[in-house]
T-cell receptor, first 115, second 114 residues
Framework: AQSVSQHNHHVILSEAASLELGCNYS??????LFWYVQYPGQHLQLLLK??????LVKGIKGFEAEFIKSKFSFNLRKPSVQWSDTAEYFC?????????????FGKGTSLLVTP | DSGVTQTPKHLITATGQRVTLRCSPR?????VYWYQQSLDQGLQFLIQ???????AKGNILERFSAQQFPDLHSELNLSSLELGDSALYFC?????????????FGPGTRLLVL
């Protein structure tokens, strides 16, 4: 079955620590990949996206992600987190084989950054 | 602010009732998607409309329906509400319905069914 898996449900880091959130998907064929962030009480905001080209994608607020096709992965990274990065992070995929190209989301990772 | 608006922000109702959630897409966007976010199911796609016509269906219950009007705003109708329908309902919009497009999300409507 088609799915998106985020390995870590809850992550707690100290400020300035490095972050890596895992995302794997099980779709065949061509996919687009996204990371969205949901700050407390706010709507989903796009962090970054991969459509094609350079598999290392840079997004807003110092985030980046690497698409590794052979591993069906799209992990999110940030070298040094800040308290303001505390939020829920969602990996999402849409597949060329799906009509309408709706997003399929992982369960999310809740990140807490402590001062 | 994504430019997508949703009303109301919060809705409290009773089981068996019917409610309507409203979404206005970003200016110029023709496509509207509805998603449900619940603690147990996570974020799930419900339905998509493109320029007034239904384009794709996801895990939408028969008690739920939607439409997109000529001014491109969309409404999600939820009827015969059950406790399990309590969730955050998001709408998202995109310019068209092509594969390589970004969806922009609204602030959501939080529905509580008592």
């Amino acid at each position: 079955a088609q799915s998106v898996s985020q390995h870590n449900h809850h992550v707690i880091l100290s400020e300035a620590a490095s972050l890596e959130l895992g995302c794997n998907y099980s779709y065949g064929g061509t996919v687009n990949l996204f990371w969205y962030v949901q700050y407390p009480g706010q709507h989903l905001q796009l962090l970054l996206k991969y459509f094609s080209g350079d598999p290392l994608v840079k997004g807003i607020k110092g985030f980046e992600a690497e698409f590794i096709k052979s591993k069906f992965s799209f992990n999110l990274r940030k070298p040094s987190v800040q308290w303001s990065d505390t939020a829920e992070y969602f990996c999402a995929v849409n597949a060329a084989s799906n009509s309408g190209y709706a997003l399929n989301f992982g369960k999310g990772t809740s990140l807490l950054v402590t001062p | 602010d994504s430019g997508v608006t949703q009303t109301p922000k919060h809705l409290i109702t009773a089981t068996g009732q019917r409610v309507t959630l409203r979404c206005s897409p970003r200016s110029g966007d023709l496509s509207v998607y509805w998603y449900q976010q619940s603690l147990d199911q996570g974020l799930q796609f419900l339905i998509q409309y493109y320029n007034g016509e239904e384009r794709a269906k996801g895990n939408i219950l028969e008690r739920f329906s939607a439409q997109q009007f000529p001014d491109l705003h969309s409404e999600l109708n939820l009827s015969s509400l059950e406790l399990g329908d309590s969730a955050l309902y998001f709408c998202a919009s995109s310019v068209t319905s092509r594969f390589e497009e970004t969806q922009y999300f609204g602030p959501g409507t939080r529905l509580l069914v008592l």
